[in-house]
């Protein structure tokens, strides 16, 4: 009876020390509670199938906030782009501890790819131009570049991260499919999903909301 009661005292002790020395599991980096879209105004030389941007003085800026569990926006916000023009695109977002989380996804940029669904047909060119920590260029979606092509009525853009499969990225044609609305043939999950108004207008034409 001794001997047994002696195990039973040491037992407890034994796990208690494991569990202690289990490591603190790691944050998920990917985890987002905010996100701000910016449109900046640039410069467009055409050249082909693809733009050639730049940056120009006293730019037009235009920006849409998501917050919340289901990343949505304001009630009633939208954006506005004018028709032949240009703009930047930054998406800034926040990870449950407020800090910027967005080059997480730019630096996995072989499992990350970002879906830009809803323009109408024909009124957007789009062309992504991000940049990993390290300096070389990737695209993921995260910055980049619309061109705005023809006037529409107001429509619903549904912004897709998408956090592939291992492999599956170089099954993705980076110049034409950030529009393929059967992006699920490419496997994973959804990082991100967030939907809001977008306007292409003739002259900035706010009379038109």
Known sequence: MKKIYLI?????LLFQACSKDNPTPEVDQEEVSGLTITFTEVEAEAHGDHYDYHDIDNPEVESITFSGTNLLP???EHVDLEV???YRFNIKMLDFAGRETQQTFVD???IHYAFILG???ESLHVQYADVKTDGTKA????QG???VLKETNKFTLNYIMRHLNPGVKTNIDTKTDWSNADY???TGANDIDIKFELHFVEDHDHDNH
Do not use: E, M, Q
Not at 8 to 12: G, Q, R, V
């Open 145 to 147: 570049y619309f061109t």
């Open 119 to 121: 323009a109408p047909a």
């Open 108 to 110: 996995r940029d072989d």
């Open 139 to 142: 695209k993921v979606g995260v």
């Open 84 to 86: 032949g023009k240009s």
């Open 8 to 12: 039973l005292i040491a037992f407890p």
């Open 184 to 186: 699920k043939k490419f």
């Open 74 to 76: 304001a009630a009633g």
